[in-house]
């Protein structure tokens, strides 16, 4: 028997948040996010429950081949553009369009020889200070696009650092519109936390969203609100099994470091999941976990292949019970992904696109 780690990705979670995001934005088309992987699960996994999507955006030229092998004909954005000149080729013969941010990618495209003139999102950097002009450069890139023969369409991007939390949007959609009120051109400008979030303000304003995390069930500003406060749905479950128990007497400590001491006698599981698995190595005493699919908590070290969790609020439970580390229970019961990734230090995005390639993914897995 393979060690029973698995990872599931849940197909039908993956067509509701889609139509969730739809909803949101009724008018505007959708860039379905499925850089890195698509975070974690597998572009391959999610590809039939995302297809009713306008088009596909992520980074990496090999993904974009991957969806292209895949049969998708629509719409293909890079979201970091082009890497070198080599990469203005794969572009024009897979038909991707690129974002521009820089100078550099210009003058690419200025040398680049090509029969099919391609289109194009530039990008402002309205205060995130990554990628993008600054809003003072912008026009000028703009007219220097707009003069190159291999440019047939040029469309405007932005991206906002704060659309999740108390700061807004406000000042992001001040600097955008005072550049580009009078360009033509589509618009693309929310991620998740914008969809979400600033549905009023953004309404009618954007011919793209670009939705990621929302896709895949993650709240984008957990605590403020949980993914089922947004009815989210989790796409991807990370699951194992109990594999020893031990009986801790008053004092007795488990694992690395003895971090953690039994206050009374307890009886704790051995869950064949570690760091190894992507399982966060910072989740501290206390984490949630699912034992038969009821709440308990992770106690001591997190170690390479396993955890230890506190079978106190299951005295059924033994070796071969299930747990969850995050998603669904065979019960029903959810543990939000975003609830341990808090309890970690981290965000619901890292654990997601974090685990390990040892662990199988579960063949009904979309
Ligand atoms: C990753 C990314 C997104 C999606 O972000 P989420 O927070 O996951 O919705 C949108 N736009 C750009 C440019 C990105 O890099």
Redesign the pocket.
């Known amino acids: 028997m393979p060690r029973p780690i698995l990872a599931t990705v849940h197909a039908a979670a993956l067509s509701h948040n889609l139509a969730r995001v739809r909803a949101c934005a009724p008018d505007a088309r959708v860039w379905a996010?499925v850089?890195a992987n698509a975070?974690g699960h597998g572009i391959e996994r999610v590809f039939d429950a995302l297809r009713s999507t306008d088009g596909f955006?992520l980074?990496d030229l090999d993904e974009a081949r991957r969806l292209r092998a895949l049969d998708w004909r629509g719409p293909i954005l890079l979201?970091e553009g082009c890497f070198d000149a080599r990469d203005l080729e794969l572009c024009s013969r897979l038909s991707l369009w690129h974002t521009v941010h820089c100078t550099e990618q210009i003058d690419r495209l200025a040398a680049h020889k090509t029969q099919l003139a391609h289109r194009v999102f530039l990008k402002m950097n309205t205060g995130m200070n990554r990628l993008g002009f600054a809003p003072e450069r912008f026009r000028a890139a703009w007219i220097r696009l707009k003069d190159l023969p291999q440019v047939e369409e040029i469309s405007l991007?932005q991206?906002f650092p704060d659309a999740d939390g108390p700061k807004g949007i406000d000042a992001q959609l001040q600097a955008f519109d005072a550049v580009t009120h009078d360009l033509p051109g589509e618009r693309t400008l929310s991620?998740?936390?914008a969809i979400l979030r600033h549905a009023g303000t953004l309404a009618g304003r954007s011919d793209w969203v670009?939705?990621?995390?929302?896709l895949y069930g993650s709240a984008?500003d957990f605590p403020a609100h949980s993914a089922a406060d947004w009815d989210l749905r989790p796409t991807m479950t990370l699951s194992s099994r109990l594999i020893g128990i031990q009986h801790l007497q008053t004092g007795d400590t488990v694992g690395y470091g003895s971090s953690f001491a039994a206050e009374a006698p307890m009886r704790i599981g051995v869950v064949a999941c570690g760091y190894a698995d992507g399982y966060p190595r910072h989740a501290a005493t206390g984490t949630p976990v699912l034992v038969d699919g009821v709440r308990c908590r992770m106690v001591g070290r997190v170690s390479m292949d396993m955890i230890t969790v506190d079978l106190t609020p299951v005295p059924k439970a033994g070796a071969g019970s299930e747990v969850t580390l995050w998603g669904c229970a065979s019960n029903g019961a959810v543990l939000p992904i975003d609830e341990v990734a808090r309890a970690a230090g981290t965000v619901g995005?890292e654990l997601m696109c974090a685990v390990a390639p040892r662990v199988p993914f579960a063949p009904g897995s979309a």
Not at 210 to 214: D, K, L, S
Request: without cysteine; glycine residues 6%.
């Open positions: 996010v850089k975070y955006a980074l979201l991007l991206h991620n998740s936390a670009r939705p990621g995390i929302v984008p995005y």
